[in-house]
């Protein structure tokens, strides 16, 4: 009988699982579950950058999805599923009590922002991460900041915290610690909630937490009171140890056994970030960045140690040993928004003519909803077409894709978005190609960071939905960085890659370049850069680059 594994991936939006066979990675089946609560605008706040997340939205999610994806699979492979692995978004930290529960979860704080999960792209840390910052670098002992870029983010779990303490008195007074979404999920399933004793990630500590061993652990003590008192004491009801994403976390308890019609003998795997797994799953190898590009990029490299050495690569998301491959040096970069760029420009569009078609007094309440969804549809596909028949340069306009600040290279969550060279005859399809110009552009200042420190890019691999959906935006970033790019075959290569892992954490494989090799998709296609289009986008990048530097000395000048 074939062996099976479940792959989960926790998105921004949605979750999904995969049910894979591990002897091939062939999907037989998979479900997604939109969150309804996050769906609705609950606990969000976009005018001043707070996104929060309720834990049933992940716990409901879990729990539809794999019972789905089994009840659409054939009869007998539920009885052969050997272990579950799962992915998330992050950092996304949450508060949680002695016994590890959410305080969410408990009835006093079921509705209080403060007591959900912070998503990874809340930024209401800004001035948070801007002390650590300065600590880091002056308080005359280690700087923490060293294996993360040299640049703290607002978008992680040490200013999150910090300000989510400094925030609210009732969540400080009830927080015992503090766990993110990739760790805790596997801890309800295995039933070991407790905050002390809990699985870990490698990637999640390392990456977001400023762990290494270099540092036996997390920041010290001393450092992380003199950065707030609010953190005295947090520090040993957090984590000394940290797990990479083949090791076992535990089986199934009997209770979510039961939830999901599955053996208790199934084992779970520690969990990690979705980007990190995903580039597992679309065949990463050293020296290939592997581009996840949806709502936001993260840029996934891998590297042997050795090779690397003592090199600290300024500006980006970290660097640590084990975080995608065990064994290899992982590094992450990435965009605050990409395709969360296109998604603003178009509800721009639609806004006011949403709000025409709803006051019109000319059409029924069905035909005002099926315009308004057949205008959402439509939207991006119309700007892509007329923006393909413009030239490049042509418009003049010039665009910065920091609508949701820059988180590489050099983080910088409080820079702003800008279009310059606007005239009365620009256009939406004008302004809609600068944006993807833009978006591109953001894509070539994390590679050339990567190459002036020293680290070569021998090849990109795209992956999601923008690279699965949309040639124009492909074909522009290939142009632009002037490399072919191959797309990953894989519908969902983050769900595959926690199968790959939950294959090797089943036992199905000893290592997770094997699991690699037995379950890949492979490449559905590949991207040419056309050597015109590259010349010509060499002096764009420069307009662009001024516009970046004028931009950020301005916004900088008003701190």
């Given at each position: 009988m074939s062996k099976y594994t479940l792959g989960v991936d926790y998105g921004t939006d949605s979750v999904r699982t995969v049910l894979v066979d591990a002897s091939n990675g062939k999907e037989i089946s998979h479900s997604v579950y939109y969150y309804p609560r996050?769906?609705?605008?609950?606990?969000?706040?976009?005018?001043?950058?707070?996104?929060?997340?309720?834990?049933?939205?992940?716990?409901?999610?879990?729990?539809?999805?794999?019972?789905?994806?089994?009840?659409?699979?054939?009869a007998g492979v539920a009885e052969n599923i050997m272990a579950i692995s799962v992915d998330t978004t992050g950092s996304t930290p949450v508060a949680v009590d002695q016994a590890g529960t959410p305080l969410s979860l408990l009835p006093e704080f079921a509705e209080n922002p403060n007591a959900m999960f912070v998503l990874w792209k809340d930024h209401t840390a800004t001035g948070e991460a801007e002390e650590i910052n300065q600590l880091a670098r002056n308080w005359g002992g280690i700087d923490y900041t060293k294996f993360e870029g040299g640049i703290y983010s607002s978008e992680w779990f040490w200013a999150?915290?910090?300000?989510?303490?400094?925030?609210?008195?009732?969540?400080?007074?009830?927080?015992?610690?503090?766990?993110?979404?990739?760790?805790?999920?596997?801890?309800?399933?295995?039933?070991?909630?407790?905050?002390?004793?809990?699985?870990?990630?490698?990637?999640?500590a390392g990456h977001k937490a400023m762990w290494h061993t270099e540092f036996d652990g997390l920041p010290s003590e001393e450092f992380l009171v003199k950065l707030d008192p609010v953190l005295a004491g947090l520090r040993p009801r957090l984590y000394k140890e940290t797990f990479t994403c083949e090791v076992k976390a535990g089986n199934l308890s009997p209770e979510w056994a039961k939830r999901l019609g599955l053996k208790e003998s199934?084992?779970?795997?520690?969990?990690?970030?979705?980007?990190?797994?995903?580039?597992?799953?679309?065949?990463?190898?050293?020296?290939?960045?592997?581009?996840?590009?949806?709502?936001?990029?993260?840029?996934?490299?891998?590297?042997?140690?050795?090779?690397?050495?003592?090199?600290?690569?300024?500006?980006?998301?970290?660097?640590?040993?084990?975080?995608?491959?065990?064994?290899m040096l992982g590094l992450e970069a990435g965009q605050s928004a990409f395709g969360d760029v296109y998604a603003w420009f178009k509800n721009l569009l639609l806004g006011p003519a949403v709000e025409l078609i709803k006051s019109s007094k000319q059409l029924n309440e069905a035909q005002k909803a099926a315009l308004i969804d057949e205008m959402a549809d439509n939207m991006i596909p119309l700007l892509t077409r007329e923006a393909e028949k413009i030239g490049i340069g042509e418009t003049g306009i010039v665009a910065l894709d920091w609508l949701n600040g820059r988180r590489t290279p050099d983080a910088n969550q409080l820079l702003k978005g800008a279009i310059s060279g606007l005239n009365l005859g620009s256009d939406a399809a004008g302004i809609f190609r600068a944006l993807v110009e833009a978006t591109a552009f953001g894509s070539k200042?994390?590679?050339?960071?990567?190459?002036?420190?020293?680290?070569?890019?021998?090849?990109?691999?795209?992956?999601?939905?923008?690279?699965?959906?949309?040639?124009?935006?492909?074909?522009?970033?290939?142009?632009?960085?002037?490399?072919?790019?191959?797309?990953?075959?894989?519908?969902?290569?983050?769900?595959?890659?926690?199968?790959?892992?939950?294959?090797?954490?089943?036992?199905?494989?000893?290592?997770?370049?094997?699991?690699?090799?037995?379950?890949?998709?492979?490449?559905?296609?590949?991207?040419?850069?056309?050597?015109?289009?590259?010349?010509?986008?060499?002096?764009l990048y420069e307009n662009y680059s001024r516009l970046g530097e004028m931009v950020e000395k301005d916004i900088l000048s008003k701190k």
């Open positions: 996050w769906k609705a605008g609950k606990y969000c706040d976009p005018a001043n950058n707070r996104f929060r997340q309720h834990p049933l939205d992940y716990l409901e999610g879990i729990e539809n999805t794999i019972k789905e994806a089994i009840a659409k699979a054939p999150k915290i910090l300000h989510v303490l400094r925030d609210d008195a009732a969540v400080r007074k009830a927080a015992f610690s503090w766990v993110e979404h990739c760790d805790w999920i596997p801890a309800v399933l295995t039933g070991n909630t407790d905050p002390v004793k809990m699985i870990r990630s490698r990637c999640a199934v084992a779970v795997g520690a969990g990690s970030f979705d980007a990190h797994i995903g580039a597992l799953g679309g065949e990463i190898k050293p020296y290939f960045l592997s581009k996840i590009m949806g709502t936001s990029t993260c840029d996934i490299l891998i590297a042997p140690s050795e090779e690397v050495g003592s090199k600290f690569v300024k500006g980006i998301c970290g660097q640590v040993d084990g975080s995608v491959v065990p064994g200042k994390i590679i050339d960071r990567f190459i002036s420190e020293g680290i070569p890019i021998e090849g990109i691999i795209a992956l999601g939905g923008v690279a699965k959906k949309s040639p124009f935006v492909m074909q522009v970033v290939a142009d632009v960085i002037n490399k072919p790019i191959l797309v990953a075959r894989s519908e969902q290569a983050c769900a595959l890659g926690s199968a790959m892992c939950a294959a090797v954490v089943g036992g199905i494989y000893p290592t997770i370049s094997e699991a690699q090799k037995a379950m890949g998709g492979g490449f559905e296609t590949e991207f040419i850069p056309i050597p015109e289009n590259a010349r010509k986008y060499e002096l």
